[in-house]
């Protein structure tokens, strides 16, 4: 009983027998099939993480997840002690000992693993020079309560797009991850995150004129246009998902069977050419393809995302990534194809599951930078579930509200952005 | 102290699809000192002078003063002898019922040593794999000297042995010591004297004139006592997935040392380079490497020079995969001019085996090929010694006609300044 892995690096849901287990609330210990906890009377939800020994002990370790948020530590901008290529871990020279790549900053490729259901890899690609994606994100340890998304793809044209995107998508969750309004409805709830996701896209932009206004004058840097870059946010909330975008950053909500789909609707020019009736894959092909009508940045017209939300009916994944990955896999029904397959090689763990991703787009050919971050979703039982009704949950689909159709309805769009 | 330095030449940037990286490093080590007097431990000589019953008259004569010059430029406190080689091989200084097999040398050692091989006489056969034997066994009396070099000189063939043996003689020598051989007269073999200067890590050259050797035994000896630094090892690092093509040394000579590789781990392999003086040494290094998408770097060799197990210099071999054509077609000047320089040997040489077969269309075709190949990389030494072998009607595109009469001498010439290269001129 006392042999048990990190959970960081366990395949995520679902307690095994041999695992020792522990109370999100108060960590007491407790058995796999609980229902509630012995010591403080907490719903056990299905998939708790299994835990270390020496942490679920830890006074107030676990009682105060939301003070524990993680962040990256490291400075990205310092080289990786792990080769990008093959894992090796020795360079001299500035090459690694094993197969020679070169060696590179944290930044070409890094990941984020808040806890066990949540995870983000960013990836340089194969053919640009700097991984100028950002992404940041964070969770609550009990699977489907917390999770924070952030993917901003910085715009190649502009100079310090990954300064940028970064800052962006940091900034974006340290809005998010504020305590939100205690209301209980799933409404009232959307409604709450809808407010706050405005307020992250204005906190990100900030961060992106920011870096316009100190241009950091590194060699080589372009100087064509002020730094630009996209925004796409998920929230996951007990069984709620609220999301928002400027720009083609995607958000997608891929179920374990039945009908995926992108939640988001790109702003750009190939977005708008399909609803205007040309075959998706002529517009994702055509010359401007990769022209986006919002972004953020000094010289946006508008930067408030557009939001959607769902509350999803079964277990699944909800995937957030940058046009490095959805280029070689536009439709929802592709994507879904892609993930489901990589997931159970992946044992349904997020880490594994954003690398094979990761690993998949590189072997497409990597054109861009990739990131992705996924959540694993396994929608509470509603006879046990955190405010969510029975009629909420049985009912899928949009939830949306007068207020939020308002918001959809306006969805803005810019005027075609420069910046191919 | 010995200082050293390697320069790199090459064109990293290769073709997408591309796999092979083709890189000229360049090592260069000053303040070598004098042989046996620095840190790498005391140093040894042998002369192996051969005896045989045809060296008579003005060939013993001049042998005789050639070892005794010899013997002039060896440093003292360096240990020393000298085999007199016939069918048999025979310890002449120090003298055969001396208690010791080798001596240091100091002035009375030297004046004795003269004295003996004043009395050396030509009678017998030879069989040089017992020569190189015996003075594998003197050099064993000695392992305090760790720098061991001889210096052999022959007339004529291998007679008096057969093949195999002469073959498991130079191999039980191999790594124990370095020899330069000399060979007299237009009756030895090329090939077989070549083939034991390239395993023993030395040099190959004709003394046409019986009357030059005293002056080639001088230089050569002053070289060997120029080495400093008594044995220097090659290692080249290349990543996982990738293979090690060849290794080859080529200037001062073209020397393709991929025979004497030594694996040191399964990405590493180390090639003996022998002792060191004041010189540059350029090595021809290529890597089959996997190729990687437009935009990819690799680190596709690294060639680091080690003495005494430590690193003394190093140069990087990198691969870039691009897709500009104006960076990937062009090719290094110095790998362009030691490609070439290394076909050059490998042409004269099997020119000169097909003239000698009487095949005179494969003779010309590849003499003719080394006519153009000299005239392209500058080499006019071998340019020169080309035209006593073949009329040269066009050197741009090598149109030769074999000479219907050529001394045997002139090819021998031609055939042992093959491996010689000239500089490339570096940017």
Request: proline share 7%.
């Amino acid at each position: 009983m006392n042999e048990n892995p990190p959970s960081d690096v366990h395949p995520a849901p679902g307690p095994t027998a041999g695992q020792r287990i522990v109370c999100p609330n108060c960590g007491e210990d407790a058995e796999p099939g609980d229902l509630f906890c012995e010591g403080c009377g907490q719903d056990l939800p299905d998939g708790i993480t299994p835990v270390p020994a020496d942490s679920s002990k830890r006074p107030g370790g676990l009682s105060h997840p939301a003070a524990a948020l993680p962040t990256t530590p490291v400075d990205l901008e310092s080289l990786s002690p792990v080769c990008r290529t093959c894992r090796g871990t020795t360079f001299q020279d500035g090459y690694c000992e094993n197969c020679g790549s070169p060696a590179v900053k944290i930044r070409d490729h890094w990941e984020e693993r808040p806890a066990a259901w949540v995870a983000a890899v960013s990836d340089r690609g194969v053919r640009h020079h700097r991984n100028e994606d950002g992404m940041a994100v964070s969770a609550r340890p009990e699977p489907g309560s917390r999770a924070i998304l952030v993917v901003c793809d910085g715009v190649s044209s502009s100079f310090d797009s990954d300064i940028a995107s970064l800052g962006a998508a940091r900034a974006a969750r340290e809005v998010l991850d504020r305590p939100r309004p205690d209301v209980a409805s799933v409404a009232g709830r959307i409604s709450a995150w809808n407010e706050r996701l405005a307020l992250a896209g204005d906190e990100a932009n900030k961060q992106a004129v920011e870096a316009g206004r100190h241009p950091s004058g590194r060699p080589g840097e372009r100087q064509d246009s002020p730094p630009s870059c996209t925004f796409a946010a998920a929230v996951v909330d007990n069984g709620v998902i609220v999301v928002g975008w400027v720009g083609d950053s995607r958000i997608y909500w891929i179920p374990d069977f039945g009908e995926p789909e992108q939640m988001s609707r790109d702003d750009s020019w190939a977005t708008e050419q399909i609803l205007a009736g040309v075959p998706r894959e002529e517009a994702e092909n055509g010359p401007r393809a990769h022209a986006i009508t919002r972004w953020l940045g000094p010289d946006s017209p508008d930067t408030v995302p557009t939001r959607d939300s769902r509350v999803p009916d079964r277990p699944g994944w909800l995937l957030v990534c940058s046009d490095g990955l959805w280029n070689y896999c536009s439709p929802a029904s592709d994507l879904a194809t892609l993930v489901r397959g990589l997931a159970n090689e992946a044992q349904g763990d997020p880490s594994h599951l954003a690398s094979r991703l990761i690993d998949w787009a590189n072997a497409q050919g990597g054109m861009d930078n990739i990131t992705v971050a996924l959540a694993r979703i396994a929608p509470i039982p509603p006879q046990r579930g955190n405010g969510i009704t029975s009629d909420e949950t049985t009912t899928p689909t949009q939830a949306t509200s007068s207020g939020l159709n308002g918001v959809l309805d306006s969805a803005p769009t810019g005027p075609g952005n420069p910046h191919a | 102290m010995p200082s050293f330095s390697a320069e790199v030449f090459q064109n990293e940037f290769i073709s997408e699809g591309a796999t092979d990286v083709h890189a000229i490093v360049s090592v260069t080590c000053a303040g070598a000192g004098e042989a046996g007097r620095g840190e790498g431990g005391e140093a040894a000589e042998i002369i192996i002078v051969d005896t045989s019953g045809s060296m008579l008259d003005a060939k013993i004569i001049a042998a005789r003063q050639a070892a005794a010059v010899a013997v002039d430029q060896i440093l003292d406190g360096t240990w020393f002898a000298v085999i007199s080689g016939t069918h048999v091989a025979t310890r002449a200084f120090p003298y055969p019922n001396a208690r010791v097999s080798m001596v240091q040398m100091e002035p009375g050692a030297r004046a004795a040593a003269k004295d003996a091989i004043s009395r050396l006489e030509a009678d017998g056969g030879t069989a040089m794999g017992s020569w190189l034997k015996l003075a594998g066994q003197l050099f064993d009396t000695v392992p305090q000297a760790t720098q061991r070099h001889a210096i052999l000189l022959t007339d004529g063939q291998n007679q008096s042995e057969q093949p195999y043996q002469f073959q498991a003689a130079i191999e039980s020598v191999t790594g124990r010591f370095q020899c330069d051989c000399r060979g007299v007269g237009a009756d030895w073999d090329v090939a077989e004297l070549r083939h034991v200067s390239t395993a023993l890590l030395g040099t190959v050259d004709l003394i046409a004139n019986p009357a030059a050797m005293a002056a080639d035994f001088e230089s050569l000896m002053q070289k060997a006592m120029g080495r400093g630094v008594a044995e220097a090892t090659l290692r080249v690092w290349a990543p996982q997935g990738s293979h090690l093509l060849w290794v080859r040394q080529v200037s001062p000579s073209v020397e393709d040392l991929t025979s004497r590789k030594v694996e040191v781990n399964p990405l590493t392999s180390a090639f003996p380079t022998g002792a060191w003086g004041d010189e540059s040494r350029d090595y021809h290094v290529a890597v089959r490497v996997p190729p990687q998408p437009v935009g990819q770097e690799r680190l596709a060799a690294r060639v680091q020079l080690l003495v005494q197990d430590s690193v003394v210099s190093q140069g990087l071999v990198k691969a870039r995969w691009s897709g500009d054509d104006a960076l990937t077609t062009r090719i290094d000047p110095a790998v362009a001019h030691y490609t070439g320089q290394a076909e050059l040997a490998v042409v004269i040489q099997e020119g000169l085996a097909a003239k000698a077969a009487g095949d005179e269309a494969t003779a010309t075709t590849k003499l003719g090929r080394a006519v153009a190949l000299a005239a392209e990389t500058g080499n006019d030494e071998a340019t020169s010694k080309l035209r006593k072998v073949v009329d040269i009607d066009d050197p741009a595109t090598g149109t030769v006609r074999l000479k219907r009469s050529v001394d045997k001498l002139d090819e021998m010439a031609l055939d042992t300044a093959s491996t010689k290269t000239t500089r490339v001129n570096k940017r």
